[in-house]
């Protein structure tokens, strides 16, 4: 049987992209969520994320810890940008710490994070 060198390679990608899903090394979600909001504000939110908020909210959002799980949150833009701003007991204000473009970066990453 004679295949195409384009076919060929269509069924290495294939079988390619099945092992990583198989594996569990499918793309992070935490990683298109941040993918996202690093192209609009140029910046690594992961790495903002990870130090002010990965303290009390575990796997970039995604996981409880001391700090609810973020992802799926049903706050408004607005609203998670308020309570990263002012705070929430325990939880401390960060309006004097951080500029507003990352205040909204954070944001939107959060929102930008998949429920499950």
Request: glycine share 8%; with cysteine.
């Amino acid at each position: 049987m004679n295949v195409s060198r384009s076919t060929r390679t269509a069924l290495v990608v294939a079988m390619i992209a099945g092992l990583f899903s198989i594996s569990g090394l499918a793309q992070d979600p935490t990683d298109e969520a941040a993918a996202k909001i690093d192209e609009k504000f140029g910046g690594n939110i992961k790495k903002l994320f990870a130090t002010r908020c990965s303290w009390c909210h575990q796997g970039y959002g995604m996981k409880q810890a001391d700090g609810p799980k973020l992802a799926g949150t049903s706050k408004s833009l607005a609203q998670v940008m308020a309570q990263i701003m002012n705070g929430k007991t325990p939880m401390p204000g960060f309006k004097n710490q951080l500029k507003f473009e990352e205040v909204q970066a954070l944001a939107e990453y959060i929102k930008a994070l998949p429920a499950d």
